[in-house]
């Protein structure tokens, strides 16, 4: 099959970017990286700066492969990283627009790459238990209900890779801080440190720039692990309390 | 009281203040429409007008709708800065995007906010200012003392089609203010449960619908009709 790729061309974060147009010739059992790849590999044999873009275990688990794909972050299909994206839902003929992640938290690096340490910082504001080293504890010894490490697990599934932020028509950061708030909240041994985890991650996404939640619900349709606005909720009534009834 | 300002400039702090004064004003519109469907009475105004008077003069209504212009006012500020600093948030535009999973309302809350504004300061000339300034005329009921003949006001505004016009595409316009507005405020209060999900998107399409039509409904009727 036969592409026409337009992607964005950017130097760095200080040179104004562009689309620039490219054909492939794919075949529709190759991933969008793949795909990628072959382009890639014409540009180099030609001479030519070939285009950045982000990766790492190319089976949908890292979260490091986000970009917008026809307006898409990780492209149309649901629940799906852009690594997990196979060739065969694009047709013969088809023009493909590939955009980076766009939002002030996220500025870009090259092309198709974000500087995404943002999250990161988030994390670092808050997103731990303490535990003191040695011996471990009896699992068993601490009870935790079943509804409540389904919920935990739900929202540990985020993998940060920033989809909500991009699809977000505020650039938002709240899915991410959500998810990472409500695994740990959610579990006696997270549980302990709620009220300062909650007021220093919400302190430290507010001060990446990212925008205000708008309850649009974007980042719930676009997350490729399909994180639950619910959670974005229980931040909101955690980040309450922690506000405004802490001890 | 730092804790206090740390908590209502941060970000879900205003979503909080965004949340509450718009319920508010939900409320606001329930009482205020309750009371203007008097307006549809066959008495030549004169329960309208006699509620009119009771609603100005009753000093703890008074009180309330000193409360509401505040909130009015704090609710349209707050969305005005929440709208910019979103804005801002992306200074970057896509070339292509994706519209599928969001609702028009949900993506211009911001636009539609500001065109209520407008017909807002546009009511408060026509009506509200009228009144204050004494630009109206007086009725005498019975043996009451006179009373400022509002529904005249309303009667013959009524009667220009591009009032009605204005009037009805306003209405519209709240509706899917309201439409997104009132499910996402309960979010906002982090309620968001399947055992009251569908009961909230209910309520929030009942009052999206019922209260603009209810609105819309007097001009349109008082230029058909009166
Ligand atoms: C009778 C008039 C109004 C009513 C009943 C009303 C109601 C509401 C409600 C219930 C919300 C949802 C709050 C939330 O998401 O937590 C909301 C949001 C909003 N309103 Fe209004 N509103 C009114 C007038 C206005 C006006 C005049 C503006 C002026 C610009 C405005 C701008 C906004 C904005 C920008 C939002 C979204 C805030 C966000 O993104 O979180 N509204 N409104
Ligand atoms: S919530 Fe979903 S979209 Fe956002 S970073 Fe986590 S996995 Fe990615
Ligand atoms: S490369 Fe790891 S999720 Fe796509």
New interface residues.
């Given amino acids: 099959m036969k592409l026409t790729l337009k992607i964005w061309r950017q130097k760095n974060n200080s040179t104004p970017g562009k689309f620039e147009s490219y054909q492939v010739q794919a075949n529709e059992h190759m991933s969008f990286l793949e795909m990628l790849d072959v382009l890639n590999q014409d540009l180099i044999e030609s001479g030519k700066d070939p285009v950045a873009f982000e990766h790492d275990c190319r089976e949908g688990i890292c979260g490091a492969c986000g970009v917008v794909i026809d307006g898409q972050p990780h492209g149309l299909l649901k629940g799906t990283t852009t690594c997990q994206l196979h060739m065969r839902f694009f047709k013969d003929g088809d023009t493909v627009t590939i955009e980076p992640f766009r939002a002030q938290g996220f500025p870009v690096i090259k092309d198709l790459v974000v500087d995404r340490s943002s999250f990161d910082r988030i994390i670092q504001a808050g997103g731990f238990i303490s535990v003191n080293t040695g011996q471990a504890q009896d699992g068993n010894a601490i009870p935790v209900e079943k509804e409540d490490s389904d919920a935990s697990m739900d929202a540990a599934a985020c993998i940060g890779c920033g989809a909500c932020v991009a699809a977000c028509p505020n650039a938002s950061a709240m899915l991410f801080t959500s998810a990472k708030v409500s695994h740990l909240a959610l579990l006696p041994q997270g549980e302990v440190e709620n009220e300062k985890r909650v007021a220093n991650m919400v302190k430290q996404m507010d001060l990446e720039g990212f925008g205000n939640c708008s309850n649009t619900y974007a980042c719930e349709a676009e997350c490729p692990k399909e994180i639950s606005v619910e959670n974005i909720a229980r931040l909101n009534r955690l980040y309450f309390k922690s506000s405004l009834a802490s001890e | 009281m730092s804790?206090f300002s740390?908590?209502l400039k941060?970000?879900?702090?205003?979503?909080?203040i965004m949340s509450l004064t718009g319920l508010f004003l939900v409320l606001f519109l329930v009482v205020h429409l309750s009371g203007n469907l008097q307006l549809l009475s066959d008495d030549g105004g004169e329960s309208f007008n006699m509620y009119t008077k009771f609603m100005t003069s009753n000093p703890l209504i008074k009180t309330i709708s000193y409360v509401t212009y505040f909130l009015i006012l704090l609710h349209t500020i707050q969305g005005i800065m929440?709208w910019r600093?979103?804005r801002?948030?992306?200074?970057?535009?896509?070339?292509?995007?994706?519209t599928?999973?969001?609702?028009f309302a949900?993506?211009n809350?911001g636009a539609l906010g500001t065109i209520i504004l407008i017909f807002l300061l546009l009511h408060m000339y026509q009506f509200w200012l009228q009144m204050k300034i004494d630009a109206t005329e007086m009725v005498v009921y019975g043996d009451y003392e006179p009373v400022k003949d509002l529904y005249a006001l309303v009667a013959v505004a009524f009667k220009q089609p591009l009032y009605v016009i204005i009037y009805v595409l306003s209405m519209i316009v709240i509706a899917f203010h309201l439409r997104?507005g009132f499910?996402?405020a309960f979010?906002?209060?982090?309620?968001?449960?399947i055992k009251y999900n569908g009961v909230i998107r209910f309520l929030g399409n009942a009052i999206a619908i019922l209260i603009p039509l209810g609105f819309a409904f007097i001009p349109v009727f008082f230029y058909l009709f009166r």
């Fill in positions: 804790w740390q908590f941060s970000s879900i702090g205003k979503k909080l929440i600093q979103n801002g948030a992306r200074a970057s535009r896509y070339a292509v995007s994706s599928k999973h969001t609702t949900s993506r809350m997104h499910q996402s979010q906002t209060l982090g309620l968001n449960h």
